[in-house]
Every structure is written in C-alpha cells, then in structure tokens.
C-alpha cells in the first residue's frame, strides 16, 4: 500500500522557517518524481515544487521560488520541502505528492498543516 506521511507544519510568524518531510512507504521511492502541493482554505490546489527521481532537478512555482527549497533522500524514503522567509499567503495545508506536476488527490499524503501569521 502506498503511504506519504507528510509532518513539521505548525504555526510560524511571518519571515520565520519550516521544513516539511514527506516518509514514504510502499513503493520505489527512488524510482519516481516527487511534488509538493498546496492548498489554502477557500482555494484550489497549487502545484509548489518538484524534483526528479534521482535528485538532481528541481522546480518551483514562481509564488515560492527563491525561498523554498525541495530535496530528497532516497536511502531513507523522504522527501523534504525548506521553507524560508514565510509570508502569511504561504499559510495551506501541505501534501507530497507521488509524480510531477500537479497529481490526483489519490497520490497525495494526508497533509501537514502551515499556519503563517503574527
């Protein structure tokens, strides 16, 4: 069975830092891309990052790039996702996803939820 356990989301003051890891279980790991995908109450789902199988090349959404960074470790199944200077839109809960782009709901995690706010 196909497991993504996404944790670390709490609530942050603005400019402050997070990192999400994603546990993997029940699959290849090392054998598929990963994303990072987000939705904010009231909103659609948004596409935030994606990294290749190997690690090797990664993307962001233009909302994110150059504060968030996507990595991985495929000795210990993980996806992670840094999070720096936070701003109160980032606030969403958060789901790796198994795949690139933005994957059905059915190859997402549970969520871990971001809260940003003073």
């Known amino acids: 069975e196909v497991q993504l356990v996404e944790t670390g989301g709490a609530l942050v003051q603005p400019g402050g830092s997070l990192r999400l890891s994603c546990a993997a279980s029940?699959?290849?790991?090392?054998?598929?891309?990963m994303s990072w995908v987000r939705q904010a109450p009231g909103k659609g789902p948004e596409w935030v990052s994606g990294i290749n199988s190997g690690g090797t090349s990664t993307s962001y959404a233009a909302s994110v790039k150059e504060r968030f960074t996507i990595s991985r470790d495929n000795a210990k199944n993980t996806l992670y996702l840094q999070m720096n200077s936070l701003k109160p839109e980032d606030t969403a809960v958060y789901y790796c996803?198994?795949?690139?782009?933005?994957?059905?709901?059915?190859?997402w995690g549970q969520g871990t939820q971001v809260t940003v706010s003073s």
């Open positions: 029940g699959f290849a790991f090392g054998s598929y891309g």
């Open positions: 996803a198994r795949g690139l782009g933005l994957v059905p709901r059915n190859y």
